[in-house]
């Protein structure tokens, strides 16, 4: 008798202290997450957005309801698309979320020509952090000084400019930023990863280079590399004239995103999990410190602004398909 | 004046000396020799498995690695990057399955070793060279490490382009005693290297709409059949097992191997230095290494058609190149980085999420924990030579296993293996195709040398040139304005010349000493 | 056996079909810009006079052996140590085997072609025992499971006749 009446309080206590855990399910434990979350990177293991998930994804696991492993799973064929159409047909049940480039996936599409997956329909969940901004560097022992030493520069003849592929973010940035700032180029394209182009500026292949604030911030420390211009709209390098400064607002438009997502149709309270667990976990002790040591803000954003944001870097995208499509 | 710059280079000295040994002491704590040890193993296991290697085993690890300090991290993957080459040795002995990409060029003379019933004297080889030419890497590097970024930086497209020929005309010049159908199967492979998407002027080349084939035909599942699946095929027709019954299979004792390294000391200081040049510069990367150091040896040497039937030269020279490279590709990767490779990538990875940014500040702010991974990865090289030496007997037993069983085995793995590389099922298809494209050059006697070396540069040595000309506006003049180039293009043309010098010298001598014999 | 210049047909056909490949190659490399097809199209046009040479090489006409003798000196009769001939059934008999594994994997999946294979292959072709080859088709499917799904948590392919319940 003593024992069930025990039994009965232990049971008791541990029914209301679920409850009082978990406000939003009062009476069982929450059915989501049941077993582990796989968290597609379309890209190969060691690049950038696969160490941001992996940074991310353990501490996000501490803001589950329950004790499950997000695994982290690397997709990296066809540039990218592979892993993205596979995110798109996976069952939209929130164990198989995914970490998306915009617009990296719509020049990506916009290359590829293909129909496997609509960017439109993804149940956008958040973004790790800010999106990135553009910047123009040159070498430390460039002999051009200021922006206007470039500006004077393209009208004499094409600035020689080194960027990625055709299918890379680095390549949309610096042909439409120098659209947009009237600077005429050369582009000598084919670099291979983030920091290869940045290299080849220093080592004199090119006048210039147009990166990503983070890469550039590495080579800027190390002294190798001077930035002329920033493409934000109020420039976080002083002395550096500003998209603002230079007339042209457009070029704050200019971002990689990273954006995660799941296949469309994730219903609305598994949807809410995980972004809540995601907007936690950039706000993390853990996460905000290496973000600050590498230059990177992990602000995060509710599904709602995700939505949007895409929608808007989509139609920017379209305006300047022409120019980065080949002919 | 000279007095003080003296005096500020000898403090630069002392403090690299210093910082070395630092290195030296982090690594010398248990708790960090256990995590060598660990990535040891590991390394060994999956660089035996084909398909999975480095790149895998540290993509693995990183989760694993969030707890540790930045140094036992390093030291884990230093340990997994030093031991992945000898497991890849031992399946391409044994196996002729290049459990990594460079150990292809392990193949092409240890199988046949296999084959005669020689297994355990090639592993004892491979090993011993294995070790050898990480130290002489390792010290090279540490020479070379303070000027590493001037020098990586006198390197640009135009260099890499002509890197990628010289390469390509000394692979071309090697297969002498095949050398047309040498060609026949280079020209094959560059045609298939420019499949995919043209990082250059953008647009697809060659794919007819298949979109796995956008980043090209993936090397290693293309290296696996070539090599792996081709010798299955070859055992099935011929039954039996590896080692051809009839040749008693040498329990050779563990010092044999080791042996026959010191008696060709000059190999593997030749295969070591290449390993080490050039890998210190982000162009060519290991398989091309290691199939450039078997060409060179083979040239060099006074018996050229005994490559490629069993010569332990063949053995000794890509596998010290290759531990000499992985050691000195670690100098782009870190004072740029530039990953020398997918491996490379995956451990720059690492290296940031631990909060090292690889670039010029790494080699100021993080020099200890730079010298610590370098022991690191030299001790694991040793030490995993030293398991490979002493699992030789039951290693060699595998050759003597009959193919009926070994077959099925080794395929489930290879495409398995092939399959999860990067999870793309196509894998399994190129794998194929490469096994039979594999079985008939072997069967109508084209020489697979040349076929791997274009497929790996063919692609980069496209880009670079367009690069080049981009560079250079159009003009050719790029290519002579650069003191290296124009060191590389007569380079180019020696090693082209020299075989038509060696036959005239040849006809030469020939005649002279019929002329003797026939004289008074 | 027909021979075409002193050299069996069938002696000719690996040379025969890289042509036709460098031909195709160079019909669809001319579909592409300038800049695109500048390499590609070099080396179409390069292959295809090696593969010319190769042909020539074969032939037993004057010019044939002189090429042969300075380029190829390993397929001088005297220097072609004939390997054992297999007979052509068993060669494609054992190429058909490989490629039927390799489509089974990719119709049914892994975990279904790796015990079907193992044990066909042993049974029919090795000819062992029943309970051998059940015994270690299964022990390599339970290896692989192991290896790839639980400690290196890679999902196996399932394969185009099962997609993902």
Redesign the interface.
């Known amino acids: 008798m003593q024992d069930i009446t025990r039994r009965n309080v232990v049971i008791g206590a541990g029914a209301a202290a679920s409850a009082l855990t978990f406000p939003g399910v009062a009476r069982s434990a929450p059915a989501f997450p049941a077993k582990n979350i796989q968290f597609v990177i379309p890209y190969a293991p060691g690049g950038g957005f696969d160490v941001y998930v992996r940074i991310v994804a353990p501490v996000m696991e501490k803001y589950l309801p329950n004790k499950v492993t997000i695994v982290p799973v690397n997709v990296p064929s066809g540039g990218g698309s592979r892993g993205v159409a596979q995110l798109y047909r996976a069952k939209p049940d929130g164990y198989t979320i995914g970490i998306l480039n915009i617009p990296g996936m719509f020049i990506l599409q916009q290359q590829q020509g293909s129909g496997a997956y609509d960017l439109a329909k993804f149940s956008w969940i958040g973004a790790m952090g800010e999106g990135e901004r553009y910047v123009i560097n040159v070498g430390a022992k460039s002999p051009l000084k200021t922006f206007a030493d470039l500006k004077a520069l393209s009208a004499k003849r094409p600035i020689k400019l080194s960027v990625t592929g055709p299918e890379g973010t680095a390549y949309a940035a610096s042909v439409i930023g120098t659209q947009l700032l009237g600077l005429r180029t050369q582009l000598i394209t084919g670099y291979k990863g983030s920091a290869d182009y940045v290299v080849a500026a220093v080592r004199g292949d090119s006048d210039a280079v147009i990166a990503a604030i983070p890469t550039s911030m590495r080579f800027v420390r190390g002294g190798t590399v001077r930035v002329l211009a920033s493409f934000e709209a109020k420039s976080s390098f002083p002395g550096v004239p500003d998209a603002t400064t230079l007339g042209q607002p457009d070029l704050d438009n200019i971002s990689v995103e990273r954006v995660v997502a799941g296949p469309p149709g994730i219903p609305p309270e598994v949807q809410n999990t995980l972004s809540v667990a995601l907007a936690k976990a950039l706000a993390d002790p853990v996460v905000v410190k290496w973000a600050k040591e590498n230059d990177v803000v992990m602000r995060s954003k509710t599904p709602q602004e995700t939505t949007q944001l895409v929608a808007q870097q989509r139609a920017f995208f379209d305006k300047w398909k022409k120019y980065l499509t080949p002919s | 004046m000279f007095a003080a710059g003296e005096e500020h280079r000898q403090k630069g000295i002392c403090l690299m000396l210093e910082m070395w040994l630092g290195g030296l002491q982090g690594l010398l704590h248990l708790d960090v020799l256990g995590f060598v040890f660990l990535g040891m193993v590991i390394g060994l296991v999956f660089g035996a ?1 084909p398909g ?1 290697g480095g ?2 085993a ?3 690890l ?2 694993l690695t ?1 707890g540790l300090e930045p140094f036992t991290a390093l030291a884990l993957a230093g340990g997994v990057m030093g031991a992945v080459p000898m497991g890849g040795s031992i399946t391409s002995i044994l196996l002729n399955t290049p459990g990594t990409a460079p150990n292809a060029a392990t193949c092409l003379d240890g199988h046949p070793l296999a084959q005669q019933g020689k297994a355990g004297l090639a592993i004892g080889a491979a090993g011993s060279a294995n070790a050898i030419g990480a130290i002489i890497g390792t010290v090279s590097v540490l020479a070379v490490l303070p000027i590493a970024s001037d020098l ?2 006198m390197f ?2 135009p260099e890499f382009f002509l890197m990628g020929l010289f390469a390509l005309a000394i692979v071309a010049t090697a297969t ?6 040498g ?2 199967v280079g ?2 492979g ?2 298939i290297a ?1 499949v995919g ?10 794919t007819y709409g298949i ?2 084939l ?2 090209g035909i993936h090397l290693v599942p293309a290296l696996i059949g070539l090599f792996a ?1 081709a010798e ?3 055992l ?3 039954g039996g097992s590896v080692a051809q019954s009839g040749s008693p299979v040498k329990i050779t004792k563990m010092t044999a191997g080791l042996l026959e390294v010191f008696k060709h000391m000059p190999t593997v200081i030749r295969g070591s230095l290449i390993g080490t040049i050039v890998g210190a510069i982000p162009g060519l990367g290991g398989t091309v290494v290691a199939f450039l150091s078997y060409s060179v040896t083979a040239q060099a040497s006074k018996n050229p ?1 005994s490559f490629g039937k069993g010569n332990i030269q063949g053995v000794i020279a890509p596998e010290a190149a290759i531990c000499a490279h992985d050691c000195s590709a670690l100098i782009p990767t870190l004072t ?4 020398a490779g ?1 491996e ?7 290296l ?2 631990h ?1 090292m ?5 790494m080699l100021r702010d993080h020099q200890v924990e730079i010298y610590g991974l370098i022991w690191a990865l030299t001790a694991s090289c040793v030490l995993a030579s030293f398991v490979g030496l002493l699992f030789v007997k039951p290693l060699a037993k595998i050759t003597q296993l ?1 193919s ?2 070994l ?3 080794v ?3 290879a ?2 293996g092939s ?2 590389i ?5 894998n ?2 190129v ?2 195709v490469f ?2 494209l594999g ?2 050059m072997m ?4 020489p697979r040398l040349m076929i791997v070396v274009a497929l790996v540069l063919g692609a980069n040595t ?2 670079n ?3 080049s000309m ?2 250079g ?1 159009g003009g050719w003049s790029i290519f002579l304005n650069r003191p290296i180039s124009v060191g590389l293009m007569i380079a180019i043309a020696a090693v082209l010349c020299l075989p038509i010098f060696r036959g005239v010298f040849n006809q030469l001598r020939v005649r002279k000493l019929a002329a003797e014999r026939s004289g008074p | 056996m027909r021979r075409f210049f002193g050299t069996p047909v069938v002696d000719y056909l690996p040379a025969f079909v890289l042509f036709i490949i460098a031909v195709i190659y160079l019909v669809t490399g001319y579909g592409y810009t300038p800049q695109a097809r500048a390499f590609p199209v070099t080396v179409g046009w390069a292959a295809i006079v090696l593969v010319l040479l190769d042909i020539t090489a074969r032939t037993h006409t004057a010019a044939g052996e002189t090429l042969t003798r300075w380029f190829n000196p390993a397929a001088l009769p005297k220097n072609d140590e004939e390997g054992p001939h297999y007979a052509r059934a068993k060669e494609i008999a054992a190429v058909l085997w490989a490629a039927g594994f390799a489509a089974l994997i990719v119709l049914g999946g892994f975990l279904v072609a790796v015990p079907v294979y193992v044990f066909a292959s042993m049974r029919l072709r090795g000819k062992r025992p029943l309970w051998f080859c059940l015994v270690i088709g299964a022990a390599a499917t339970l290896f692989i499971w192991a290896l790839f799904t639980q400690l290196l948590q890679i999902e196996l392919y399932p394969g185009m006749l099962f997609p993902e319940v």
Request: hydrophobic share 55%; net charge negative; aromatic share 14%.
């Open positions: 498995i999975l790149t895998t540290i993509a693995l990183m989760p969030y990586v930086l640009g497209p002498r005693g095949k050398m047309l159908r060609l026949v020209a094959l560059l045609m420019f998407f043209n990082d250059v002027a953008g647009g697809e080349r060659f979109e796995y956008w980043d699946v299955m095929i070859h099935m027709v011929k058609e740029f980085g530039i990953p997918a490379m990538a995956v451990f720059m990875g690492l940031i999420i909060g940014q690889p670039g010029p500040l009959d009926g069983i077959v099925p085995l395929l489930s793995t495409f398995a399959f999860a990067d999870m793309a099922i196509e399994v298809i794998t194929a096994g039979c079985y008939l069967r109508y006697d084209y496209e880009r040139f367009h690069q981009l560079m506006e």
